[in-house]
């Protein structure tokens, strides 16, 4: 439905200016909308969805601004020919501006991009490079097979092209293997990371993504206006490209469109309103506007598009789920796997390993070894250490001491990104499925080393050779643990348990040689523990390693080799399941009277 929202709109936005009577003025108004959807657009990416609040984007729509005013004015350099330019002084400018700020967190990250912006204005108001504040005038205006687009309605076109093209690619864009790693940067960057996702690069690159679609609209405000200075490029606004965004709805690309037009056309005529209201002239508008929008997010606080949609959500459903059932019965070639380690070879060696945290004692110089094929419980009280092992093994967080070895290779520092290149798979503790993804596209997360296409595939579209080779391992893993019929269901939306298990299909996805299973039977009912239990026995029988932590000792003595037990950080005992029951220290410490 929102596609065909769109194509209507475009179709109706073609033929405004040919319309008998529309004023001149309108069609302006509306090419400004369409040069701050460009921006909006890169927006949602940058903030709806990944989750980086930017209030810098002004700076960069000045920066395709000066460059190509710069370029044609003083050199003599032909305008298309200063659009790669532009492009590239930008995307360069966002890369080293992005590496120093994207290192900022909370409240520092959209502090540091006011600081940059503010610095742009007044760099730009006082060199006379700039020519300060007074600008750069008598830029040249675009053609086209030699046709002038000095006129409004014929730049217009023009303008509404690149809003389209922006659009698509960034659909095309989220519709991905990057894509994916995006929509988890906001909540689910811990998850994607210990899966080989990059997080600092994929940042980087939203940052430069959003700098870059920011740069082509300060582009074609040049020569639309064939003059620059730096008043459009302030702190104000960047504040109201991100209202655009927010009014419109943050996490959808079609809601920049509508949130441009609405904050534009609002603030347009509150302009001509308010000073025939109060009769006296000043900056009301600001005030009203503001109070508009704090009604309106009120109203709708993820935005208008959502609401918009809403009654047609159910039959877009449906129109999904056909879809996606169409794609699944298309022949993919599989991904490759790899070839398990003969059983019995020690894949993980734990030598004395410690983690302080301040004060306490997480986990007190514990020894584990575990070899291919093996099934192993690592047992223990609440607070016994046992998420934390889990974290020291993976790479999420660093040990005080100690040494982590798997296979020939010492990963006692490597971050979590490198350990999953490796073979280790895990889930957590806690379900960390990406809110607002389905099922299938949380899965498919977990094979994201074993593609390669990268973002200019994504963005041109040329990566669905790729992609269903990725849906198709994540239909076979949801197959495997018996969720195959959840899979066009949003994540979140599934019980506790079951969202367990998706995070057990995640981690399959991976192709693991040792997998790191933290409670994944919690909230299973006696059947769908039954079935776990024969995965895993599979899984065992197959040459993986796994490392489990349950609570459930049912579950753990009728199903595991060997149990290692942990209290107050220390290893306290180990050994097989029927002597691990009967030992006194453990029947004290954690099994109780009833063992």
Same mark, same amino acid.
């Given at each position: 439905m929102s596609r065909l929202f769109a194509s209507l709109a475009f179709l109706a936005a073609l033929v405004v200016p040919l319309v008998p009577g529309v004023p001149p003025f309108w069609?302006?108004?509306?090419?400004?909308?369409?040069?701050?959807?460009?921006?909006?657009?890169?927006?949602?990416?940058?903030?709806?969805?990944?989750?980086?609040?930017?209030?810098g984007q002004a700076m960069f729509v000045g920066f395709g601004a000066y460059t190509t005013a710069?370029?044609?004015?003083?050199?003599?350099?032909?305008?298309?020919?200063?659009?790669?330019?532009?492009?590239i002084i930008t995307a360069v400018a966002a890369t080293l501006i992005g590496a120093i700020t994207l290192s900022l967190s909370g409240h520092y990250l959209p502090v540091?991009?006011?600081?940059?912006n503010i610095s742009f204005y007044y760099i730009a108001g006082n060199l006379d490079f700039f020519r300060r504040y007074d600008g750069i005038s008598g830029i040249p205006p675009l053609s086209v097979f030699g046709i002038s687009l000095l006129d409004s309605a014929r730049l217009y076109y023009l303008i509404l092209i690149v809003v389209a093209l922006a659009m698509i690619a960034t659909r095309n864009l989220l519709d991905s293997r990057i894509g994916r790693a995006i929509r988890a940067l906001k909540t689910g960057a811990v998850a994607a990371e210990a899966f080989g996702v990059d997080n600092f690069r994929v940042r980087v690159f939203v940052f430069v993504y959003a700098a870059v679609l920011a740069a082509v609209s300060g582009f074609l405000y040049a020569h639309m206006q064939r003059a620059v200075n730096p008043s459009p490029f302030n702190i104000e606004a960047s504040i109201e490209y991100l209202l655009m965004v927010v009014v419109g709805g943050a996490s959808h690309v079609p809601g920049a469109l509508l949130g441009a037009g609405i904050v534009t056309l609002i603030k347009d005529q509150l302009q001509n309103?308010?000073?025939?209201?109060?009769?006296?002239?000043?900056?009301?508008?600001?005030?009203?506007?503001?109070?508009?929008?704090?009604?309106?997010?009120?109203?709708?606080?993820?935005?208008?598009?959502?609401?918009?949609?809403?009654?047609?959500?159910?039959?877009?459903?449906?129109?999904?789920?056909?879809?996606?059932?169409?794609?699944?019965a298309q022949e993919s070639e599989p991904l490759l796997h790899r070839a398990p380690p003969p059983r019995g070879r020690k894949l993980l060696e734990v030598i004395g390993l410690r983690k302080s945290f301040g004060g306490l004692?997480?986990?007190?110089?514990?020894?584990?070894?575990?070899?291919?094929?093996?099934?192993?419980?690592?047992?223990?009280?609440?607070?016994?250490?046992?998420?934390?092992?889990?974290?020291?093994?993976?790479?999420?967080?660093?040990?005080?001491?100690?040494?982590?070895?798997?296979?020939e290779r010492d990963i006692t520092s490597m971050p979590a990104r490198l350990v999953a290149r490796l073979g280790l798979a895990r889930n957590f503790q806690h379900a960390r499925l990406i809110?607002?993804? *389905?099922?299938?596209?949380?899965?498919?997360?977990? #094979?994201?080393? =074993?593609?390669? %296409?990268?973002?200019?595939?994504? !963005?041109?579209?040329?990566?669905?050779?790729?992609?269903?080779?990725?849906?198709?391992?994540?239909?076979?893993?949801?197959?495997?643990?018996?969720?195959?019929?959840?899979?066009?269901?949003?994540?979140?939306s599934l019980a506790l348990g079951r969202q367990r298990i998706v995070e057990v299909a995640r981690a399959l996805?991976?192709?693991?040689?040792?997998?790191?299973?933290?409670?994944?039977?919690?909230?299973?009912?006696?059947?769908?523990?039954?079935?776990?239990?024969a995965l895993l026995r599979k899984l065992s029988d197959e040459g993986v390693a796994i490392l489990?932590?349950?609570?459930?000792?049912?579950?753990?003595?009728?199903?595991?080799?060997?149990?290692?037990?942990?209290?107050?950080? *220390?290893?306290?005992?180990?050994?097989?399941?029927? #002597?691990?029951? =009967?030992?006194? %220290?453990?029947?004290?410490?954690? !099994?109780?009277?009833?063992?």
């Open positions: 069609v302006t108004l509306l090419d400004y909308v369409g040069l701050y959807a460009i921006v909006a657009i890169g927006l949602v990416v940058l903030t709806g969805i990944g989750g980086m609040t930017s209030f710069i370029l044609a004015t003083r050199y003599g350099f032909s305008p298309w020919l200063t659009l790669p330019i532009a492009i540091g991009t006011i600081a940059w309103l308010l000073p025939k209201l109060f009769g006296l002239e000043g900056n009301y508008e600001i005030i009203v506007f503001g109070m508009i929008l704090v009604f309106m997010l009120q109203l709708a606080p993820e935005g208008l598009w959502p609401l918009i949609m809403a009654p047609f959500r159910r039959r877009a459903s449906t129109r999904k789920l056909a879809k996606a059932q169409e794609i699944a004692v997480a986990v007190n110089d514990v020894d584990v070894d575990i070899r291919a094929g093996e099934l192993v419980s690592l047992i223990g009280p609440n607070g016994a250490g046992k998420t934390t092992m889990f974290n020291l093994i993976t790479g999420i967080e660093q040990p005080s001491a100690g040494q982590v070895r798997f296979g809110p607002g993804m *389905s099922v299938i596209d949380n899965v498919a997360i977990g #094979a994201h080393l =074993r593609g390669h %296409a990268g973002p200019f595939r994504a !963005l041109a579209r040329l990566d669905r050779e790729e992609e269903a080779r990725l849906e198709r391992e994540a239909r076979i893993q949801l197959e495997r643990v018996g969720l195959a019929g959840e899979a066009e269901r949003e994540a979140l996805c991976s192709d693991p040689v040792l997998l790191l299973l933290d409670e994944p039977a919690a909230g299973l009912r006696h059947q769908e523990k039954a079935a776990l239990a489990l932590v349950e609570h459930d000792m049912d579950f753990v003595m009728g199903l595991c080799e060997r149990v290692i037990v942990m209290n107050f950080g *220390s290893k306290l005992a180990e050994g097989p399941p029927a #002597a691990i029951a =009967r030992n006194p %220290a453990v029947i004290e410490a954690y !099994l109780g009277a009833v063992a």
